[in-house]
């Protein structure tokens, strides 16, 4: 045994001595500096570019093999910018030798410091980094050397540092130019199945979109290289963020969580994962199968809840005028999808007292492939809408373009249900919507409960031409019709009674303006058991036959509405210009009639009302019209449709009743009768016609 023992210190010191004496020699007789030119002309001859060390190199040999390496570069591939494609200011990095013995590989710490790199893009999509990759394996190369040959027993790296680096991105084919300054890289020791610290750092600048900021991501990481799995726990990011184009100026978002994935069995997770900003709380547990082959990600999605108006506030957005809104909302789901398309499953999105449920998907996302079932049970958005705007208000939409489509090339088919709405001032209930169609064609079929009956619609929008058209085949059926007139208008209804409407309107343009003058079609109005409200004419009639029998005017009682059975009209409808010649009012007393026109673009009136006593019943207020049974009052409606102007053909009205009188007393009729009738018509005929 002693000889044995001898014999392997003698062995021992001869080789420390051979060591030592490699060394000496490397040390006091080999300068790698005299290798420089040698080193340039290798890579010249292997990549075609040029390799410059400016600095020194200092080598040297016990305990480690090290190298320091001064200022380097690395010259840019031929037909890109004059910039170094690599450069850094210093190096350092060594390999213990004893370990080497035993056939493992211990690095000590490698430092780079100063690390830039320029990353280019042609214009033709050539980069400057694609020659790099092409070179050939060395026959008998360590990468051919994985069954024969000397096997690597064990690799280790005493840790790895990058300072001040920096990252240029110049796609000259996209127009993009981003960089990463103040780069910062500290990893741990990696030893094999033990975890290492990691810490980077970084800044960042953008020009599209305008967005400057920093980076900080920290974690434990674990790398098993041989069984293909990775993971890195305790992970924190930290981004902050300021510019033009991030939302409200500036923001901070913090993630934090578990990563991990398996390469051999191609799944990988995200779990704990909790992302933060701007006041929102997303927390998340995914699980992803199928790398490398079909993205399959899975898992619960949670919104805490927060305050909406806050929110905004910090995106410098408007709040609605209605400070008892926007106070808290959430949201909860299941994601479901992959590289083509994703699903939110089980949505559950709630919004002060509204909430709003069912699936949304995107099922593909190069057709943009939209599909939901979503159901919301009550909301106010007259409540919402910042300032009151959009009530009793026109809205533009689609919009003008130079070219392209005036609506998004979507593929859509979806239903959604709401059991009470509230929108510029219409209370609808019981609301069921169907929207299907692609390529910026689609068809909105709306149905739901209004003032005591329904409203069916079928509505087509065509935005796959520059600007948007809309046609119409909507129907309502036993509304109330001054109810509606007021949500609609704001102001007191002018006429009442159960309507039953038919619209069949098409139209197109950039805005309402074009709208209106392209305005074409037919509506139809028939309402029953109603009421003209303002005005009354049975009353106006009586004393504009008082006047013209020289009898005193009698008091009436304030009642302001004609009463009717059955009024209908159609309305066809040309450029924007609202033609009717068949509109009629019936009572047990009077008809009335009429036709002429109303222009939607200038907003003026040219129309012909016929009113006339038909019967022998006393009517309304009780008193008897005898004396104009028979007698046509011819008005004209002219101006505009906030300033109507009306004009009554006096010698016709009193031909027919008066005759006899005209010769005795025509200056006086003319004077009293006329100015008086005609004042009284236009007192109760204004409000109607407004």
Known sequence: MKPILRAAVVIGGLLVLLALGVAAYLRFAFDPNDYRDTLARLVQERTGRQLVIDGQIELSVFPSLAIELGETRLGNAAGFSERPFASVKAVQAGVKLLPLLGRKIELDRVVLDGLTLSLEKRADGTTNWADLGGAEKAPGSAAEAHGGGTAVAGFELGGLEVRDGALMWDDRQGGKQHSIDGLSLEVGAIRPGKPFDLKVGLGFKSAQPAVDGT????????????????????????????????????????????????????????????????????????????????????????????????????????????????????????????????????????????????????????????????????????????????????????????????????????????????????????????????????????????????????????????????????????????????????????????????????????????????????????????????????????????RLSGKPVAAVADTRQTDFSDLSATLSIAGGVAHNKDLSLRSPLLRVGGEGSANLNTETIDYLVRASVVGTLTGQDGKSLDRLRGVTVPIRVTGTFAEPKFALDVNSLVSGTVKEKIEEKKTEIRQKAGEALKKELEKGLGGLFR
Not at 381 to 410: E, F, I, M, N, W
């Open 215 to 546: 980076l900080q991501l920290a974690g434990r990481a674990s790398v098993d290289t041989a069984a293909g799995q990775y993971a890195l726990d305790d992970m924190r990011l930290v981004v902050n963020a300021a510019g033009q184009d991030v939302p409200g100026g500036k923001t901070e978002l913090t993630l934090i969580g578990r990563l991990a994935a398996d390469l051999g069995s191609g799944t990988a997770s995200a779990t704990g994962l909790q992302l933060a900003a701007y006041g929102l709380s997303l927390q998340a547990d995914l699980a992803i199968t199928g790398l490398g082959d079909t993205l399959h990600v899975s898992g619960p999605l949670k919104l805490a809840q927060f305050d909406p108006a806050a929110l905004m506030k910090a995106l410098g957005a408007d709040k609605p005028a209605d400070a008892g809104v926007l106070k808290r909302a959430s949201l909860s789901a299941r994601i479901e999808g992959g590289s083509k398309g994703v699903a939110l499953r089980d949505l559950a999105l709630s919004l002060d007292d509204s909430t709003l449920s069912g699936r949304f998907a995107v099922e593909d996302f190069d057709r943009m492939a939209l599909r939901f079932e979503l159901s919301l049970d009550r909301i106010d958005l007259d409540r919402y809408l910042s300032g009151g705007a959009g009530k009793h208000g026109g809205t533009s939409v689609g919009g003008d373009r130079k070219s392209g489509q005036a609506l998004p090339a979507l593929d859509v088919d979806g239903r959604l249900a709401v059991g009470a709405l509230k929108y510029s001032g219409l209370s609808l209930s019981d609301l069921r919507l169907a929207l299907n169609g692609q390529g910026g064609r689609y068809r909105l079929r709306p149905e739901a409960a209004l003032y005591g009956g329904r409203y069916r619609g079928n509505i087509a929008l065509d935005g796959h031409g520059k600007v948007l058209s809309v046609s119409t085949d909507d129907r309502l059926e036993g509304v109330a019709i001054g109810p509606l007139l007021r949500a609609l208008s704001g102001r007191e209804e002018k006429l009442t009674g159960r309507a039953d409407v038919t619209l069949k309107l098409r139209t197109a343009g950039p805005d309402a303006v074009a709208y209106k003058r392209n305005l074409d079609g037919v509506v139809a109005l028939r309402v029953s058991d109603g009421a003209v409200k303002g005005v009354n004419i049975a009353a106006y009639l009586r004393q504009a036959q008082a």
